[in-house]
């Protein structure tokens, strides 16, 4: 098969976000939050958890340490208790009081809003920051890459990225700005009705006519069977 052209790919990315936007027109998060301290540790929180997992404890959370003064003087242990169902309870739970302590240090208890700043918050990578610049600030500053939409760009051939960093950067490159705001929150919803990875939907799949895998087992239904 010969190698598809950079022009070509990106067509295709352009339709594929053309359909989402038709599929998913008004996606929303999963998680629920008030104010984006809150975004922030609830999507800290989601880390290689369901997002109903985080909604089942973030009531509680926010209920005893609401703002990031409060959490700054929270004891990591008494959060870990309230979070504990959810997976790396005991590393999160750190991360959301020394995440509160920095806010309110260095950044006059106020989440910072850019992407910078909010990288150098304990536990927020890229990923975390992409998400609160757009759904806090209105700041569309990259594509949030996770496990969803790091799977559906591989599938979907606009990425051979080994990290979900290095697929955030192919994807940049060849979707335009202008339609980088809803791919995270639209490519989720999709990951989850159509492109799981146990066992993706190819036949009738409203992008099986662009996408290169549809019908073929990958890295991700082959390690499930």
């Not at 997992?53 to 005893?64: G, S, Y």
Request: aromatic share 6%; glycine share 6%.
């Amino acid at each position: 098969m010969s190698r598809e052209s950079k022009s070509s790919k990106r067509e295709r990315a352009c339709e594929i976000c053309r359909r989402m936007g038709e599929l998913y027109p008004d996606a929303e998060s999963a998680l629920s939050f008030r104010d984006p301290f809150e975004l922030v540790i609830c999507v800290l929180l989601s880390a290689q958890t369901t997002d109903a997992a985080v909604n089942r404890v973030t009531p509680e959370l926010f209920r005893r340490w609401p703002d990031p003064q409060s959490m700054a003087a929270a004891d990591p242990e008494e959060v870990g208790e309230v979070i504990r169902t959810i997976g790396f309870w005991r590393a999160k739970s750190r991360h959301c009081v020394e995440a509160a302590q920095m806010i309110v240090s260095d950044f006059g208890g106020e989440v910072p809003g850019t992407m910078e700043e909010l990288c150098q918050l304990p536990g927020v990578g890229r990923k975390t920051a992409n998400i609160v610049l757009n759904k806090a600030f209105g700041v569309v500053d990259g594509i949030a890459v996770d496990t969803h939409v790091y799977r559906l760009a591989t599938r979907f051939g606009l990425t051979r990225a080994k990290t979900p960093l290095d697929a955030e950067k192919d994807l940049l490159d060849i979707i335009p700005r202008e339609l980088w705001g809803p791919v995270n929150e639209e490519w989720i919803h999709f990951g989850r009705d159509v492109c799981t990875a146990r066992a993706p939907k190819c036949v009738g799949c409203p992008m099986a006519d662009i996408c290169p895998s549809a019908g073929r087992p990958d890295r991700y239904t082959k390690r499930k069977q």
